[in-house]
């Protein structure tokens, strides 16, 4: 896709002011993209500042800058590499996996905060967020009490779907799946690695049951504490997690004009299925 447009900026702006009238127009936040100034001959002797903007991975844009005016004008060219990259993936969940990766190295807050909705009594679709604290070629997990609300809607109607958002990234990741018991070994080994209060507070908390004061909670933690005051924290038996085993993926990027682009894996018995929606 090649996309060119026209957008006014004035001259003198500084690289900051640059940098933030791209983001308001592209309606990009992107943490890091950079801006970096041509040196080819040709463009200098045009006395025209070609600039590129360019960010991790599979972004990448050009843009003319005419110095000489003092109302510049910016000439935006979106190339092929701007655009969602499935070359070479043979698995959905491998595109995820690297999603999640760029995440980490730009910095992202929380980069596997996924959002999951459960069906709730009556058919009603219910939803929170949970941290996606395994990731495999071929699921997803997290960790959660397995006598909440979402596990026994879970264990009612194994139907789940989940989103996930890096808004600096202008990335979504959409999942459609069913929800198993995540293997107990697997469980343990993972409780084993959590902060130790963390550990406690499992055992004080009977998540999603009514709370009378936080004064309670606090209570509960204290005795948690010195019960195990002298020893390893075991695992609770009410504290797991669930795999979710994909059946449909989307991968959406944000692109100019809202020309998003959305891509579906649907599985099917020989393999992945893979179309193009609108945006
Ligand atoms: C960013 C974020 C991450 C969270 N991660 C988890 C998690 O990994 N597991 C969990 O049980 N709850 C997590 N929570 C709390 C849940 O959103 C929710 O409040 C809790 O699991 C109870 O949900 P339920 O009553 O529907 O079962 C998280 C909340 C936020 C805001």
Not at 9 to 17: A, P, V
Not at 75 to 96: Q, R, V, Y
Not at 255 to 262: G, M, V
Request: hydrophobic content about 40%.
């Amino acid at each position: 896709m090649v996309v060119n447009s026209l957008m006014h900026i004035r001259c003198t702006e500084s690289k900051k002011t640059l940098k933030k009238s791209i983001k308001n127009w592209f309606y990009i936040s992107l943490l890091n993209f950079q801006i970096v100034r041509c040196t080819e001959e040709s463009c200098l002797a045009t006395k025209q500042a070609l600039y590129s903007i360019e960010w991790r991975g599979s972004v990448k844009q050009r843009f003319v800058w005419l110095t000489e005016q003092q109302e510049g004008v910016l000439f935006i060219e979106t190339n092929a590499s701007s655009n969602l990259m499935i070359d070479g993936i043979d698995h959905p969940l491998e595109l995820l996996i690297r999603w999640l990766e760029d995440a980490k190295v730009a910095g992202v807050d929380k980069p596997d905060a996924m959002n999951i909705a459960t069906i709730g009594k009556e058919g009603k679709p219910r939803n929170r967020m949970v941290l996606m604290r395994h990731v495999t070629q071929n699921e997803i997990g997290f960790f959660t009490n397995l006598l909440s609300d979402k596990s026994k809607e879970i264990t009612a109607n194994s139907n789940v779907s989940a989103t996930l958002w890096w808004p600096n990234m202008e990335r979504q990741i959409r999942i459609e799946g069913a929800a198993s018991l995540m293997d107990r070994e697997f469980v343990e080994d993972y409780f084993k690695t959590r902060p130790r209060n963390s550990q406690i507070a499992a055992w004080a908390s009977k998540q999603s049951q009514s709370l009378e004061s936080m004064h309670v909670l606090d209570e509960r933690f204290q005795e948690a504490k010195r019960r195990f005051a002298n020893d390893d924290i075991p695992i609770p038996e009410f504290w797991g997690g669930y795999t979710i085993s994909i059946d449909r993926i989307e991968f959406w990027l944000g692109q100019p004009y809202r020309l998003h682009e959305r891509i579906v894996f649907t599985r099917t018995e020989n393999g992945w299925n893979i179309s193009r929606l609108f945006p």
